[in-house]
C-alpha cells in the first residue's frame, strides 16, 4: 500500500496521481516491502497477545473493561460493556481502516476466508463498501455510501461517515443507524487515493483476506495450488467439487484409484491434484 505518501496538504493531494505515476519500480518495490515488513510485525504480536488472551493494542486483558480506556478490543463486547458506552466511543474517529483490520485478523485466527463476507457482487446499489465479518457468536456488519462519504442532512451525520451493526447471540447490540461514525483524516486519504488511483493503488487485507479474494481467477489458483482437505467438512474454509474425465483412450483401473484415494487421505491432498499427476507421469513413461 501507498499509504506513507498521502498528506493533507490539498495541493499535493490533487497531485497524487501524478506522483504514483512517476514513482520507479523500484521505489514502488522497496515500499511495499516496508510495508509487508511492518504489517507483518503487527500481526505476529496481534496473533501472540490474541493466543493469550491478551490486547496486542494497550496490553490488557481481551475481557478487561474500563470505560475511560477506549481500545479495538470493545469490539469483541468485554463483559461489563453496554450500548451506552459504544455510542460514546464511536463518536471519535476510530479508524474505519484500523477497525476492518482488526475485526479481519480476529475472525481469520480459526477459520481464513469463510467468515468475512466482502464479495463485491453482494453489495446493494446504494452502498460502495459492505462486508460481514463473524468471530464465534459476534457479527460485525461495516457499510458506507456514497451520500455517508459526502455527509448527510440526517442529525449528526453531516461529516463524512461510515456505519456500523453488531449482532451478539443473535441479538441486535449495535443497529446501523445508532451512530454514524466519522471517517479518520487517515481513511479520508486512502479513500482518496482509491478514488484518483485506483490501477495504481490498492489496500490488501494481508493474514485478513475474506471471500472476495476467490473472485480474482488467479488466486483461485493459487488456493487450489496449496488446498489441503480438511479433517471435517463442516468447518472448512472452502468447499470444492471436482469431475475428472480422463483424455481419450486413456484408463485408470480401480486398484490405482483405491490407491489414489488411500494417498488422498493420508496427505490430505484433493484427489484431483494426485489423478492429474498420475495422468501426467502415464503420459511421460
Known sequence: MFNKLVTSNKTN???????????????????????????????????DAFNKDCCSLCGMKLNYFNESERCLHWFLLPEGIRKKHFVSYLHEPIGFFNLDFYLRWVASIKEPLKNINDLTNNISKS?????????KNLEWSLNYGDTDLKGHQSKNATFPH????????????IRFNDCHIPFSQHDLDVLHLLEEAPDLFEVRHIYGEGMSYIENPENKELLDETMKLADNTDTAALNTRSIIQLPEGQSMSGDMIDKLLKESRETKTPLRHLVKKNILILKLT
Open 13 to 47: 493531494k490533487m497531485n497524487i496521481r501524478d506522483r504514483l505515476t512517476h514513482l520507479t519500480p523500484e521505489e514502488i518495490q522497496s515500499h511495499n516491502a516496508i510495508q509487508v515488513e511492518n504489517h507483518k510485525k503487527d500481526y505476529e504480536e496481534f496473533l
Open 127 to 135: 452502498k460502495i463498501v459492505e462486508r460481514t465479518i463473524k468471530f
Open 162 to 173: 461510515f456505519h456500523l451493526q453488531i449482532i451478539n447471540d443473535n441479538k441486535l447490540f
